[in-house]
């Protein structure tokens, strides 16, 4: 392991009785404070939440991946907290993100897929800080976040312009589709883009922007920036490319797709870096609240299937989940405990101390788990779905209905009753899901299945009505999502 290159600012010493009654004041005013050493952390902090398409946990070097691809990730575990066992609800990336974005899971949000509008009443996580005074910005990385989806609420900028042919092959001809406009741009435009946001606004170099009440400093904000390029067609740049070549002598042409992609996972970890480098210089980093997570993740033919969307296996729906916060969270901490997409908002809500919902959530709040001041559930259920499909056949892969799976325990059950398949994996022993046990272990089986059973039975909000633009649909269609 080496050391973080990010110095973290500590408490200066003070003098009696000035010491004695700071001391005394930030217990009485906030939960943790300054701790070992660490500065009192910020009623506000500036949040940026970062998310990472296409990025499953076990191709990443801060979850144990051999191959070196993400060392700028490793530092901000080392830095943070890591979630060990976290999952998105959906390998599909928009009912996933609105999930991170409200803290409902898809079916009650009534999103079974790409394509569909989010347009659910409850509040967003953009919504919720812009009304709490925060600065709110966002930059995506891909058609399929367009504002026309729904995800623009709440954020007084929305990013989601792409330049024609921005995006790796994809250009504007692909798989058979005349496409009119861009549908998607490399992370470092994106980043780009956001660094001037940043800098326009007055958080990173030059003069400090006026503020909402008119003073020179700017209120705290909220950045989310969404990178695309793990996502198929895997074409990383040269350097990537020369950096993380094919392992074997001659290899297959899946071996050669599985570098590619971990050459697009190293471009996509040296872009997260980049704009970290950015607020660090700017002395802002430390004060600023990271989450990194991913929306999905990536087949590469673990079960048979290249890409994502029809299967609900570990490969598809496990992924990486970082949070650094040095002013209020411990460093290097690892939480074992399995965790969802849709716990975001609720930990923001008690980190943050925003106001109560008027919904409940789905998600719980993490904030003792990250603090290091308590223990989540270990036999908490976390539910999985796979997308809605118009089509029977997906790539010769039958996708006829519903798929539904939990997580209990160390259990894994996944069903789909169109196909009348029913799947059990003990994840202690079978990480990779190879020995479906469901013959031999029925007890074992009963309390997922029940657990399944019961939250399937409860209210589910309905997909909304209308279709997208012809033109929104044949670039959904490119991307694979639209049937």
Known sequence: MHPSRFETRRCPALRPPVALLLAILLV????????????????????????????????????????????????????????????????????????????????????PKNGVAFTHPTPTLAETLGTAGYRTAAFVSSFVLDRS????????????????????????????????????????????????????????????????????????????????????PYEPPAAEAELLPPLEKDPTDLQKQIAAYDGEIRYTDD??????????????????????????????????????????????????????????????????????????????HELLGLAPPAQAFDGVSLRDALEGTGTLDPQRPIFLQRRTYDREIELGLNVRGQKFAVRTGPWKYIEARTEKTQELYDLRTDPS??????????????????ALHAWLARPVAAPPPGTVSEDAAKRLEALGYVE
């Open 28 to 111: 009485a005013a906030t939960v943790g404070g300054c701790r070992s050493g660490d500065p009192p952390a910020p009623a506000r902090p500036d949040v940026l939440l970062i998310t990472l398409d296409t990025l499953r946990a076990d191709h990443t070097s801060a979850y144990g991946y051999a191959r070196p691809t993400t060392p700028r990730l490793e530092e901000v575990a080392r830095d943070g907290v890591r979630f060990a066992t976290a999952y998105a609800p959906m390998p599909t990336t928009l009912p996933s993100h609105a999930s991170l974005m409200t803290g409902l899971l898809p079916r009650a949000l009534g999103l």
């Open 149 to 232: 989806f729904g995800l623009a609420r709440g954020f007084a900028t929305y990013d989601d312009h792409f330049e024609r042919d921005a995006c790796k092959s994809f250009g504007q001809q692909w798989e058979g589709f005349q496409l009119e406009g861009g549908f998607c741009r490399r992370g470092a435009a994106t980043r780009v883009q956001a660094e001037r946001w940043l800098e326009e606004n007055g958080y990173v170099g030059g003069e400090r922007a006026a503020s909402r009440d008119g003073t020179r400093t700017p209120p705290p904000y909220f950045l989310w920036i969404h990178l695309f390029d793990p996502h198929d």
């Open 271 to 348: 872009q997260v870096g980049r704009l970290l480098d950015r607020l660090n210089t700017a002395g802002r980093l430390d004060d600023t609240l990271v989450i990194v997570v991913s929306d999905h993740g990536e087949g590469l033919m673990d079960h048979g299937w290249m890409h994502h969307g029809a299967m609900l296996y570990e490969e598809a729906v496990r992924i990486p989940f970082l949070v650094r916060w040095p002013a209020r969270l411990p460093r290097g901490r690892v939480v074992e405990e399995p965790v969802q997409l849709a716990d975001v908002v609720p930990t923001l």
């Open 433 to 450: 899901e190879l020995d479906d046990v469901l013959r031999t272990r029925k007890k074992d089986a009963k309390p997922p299945a029940e």
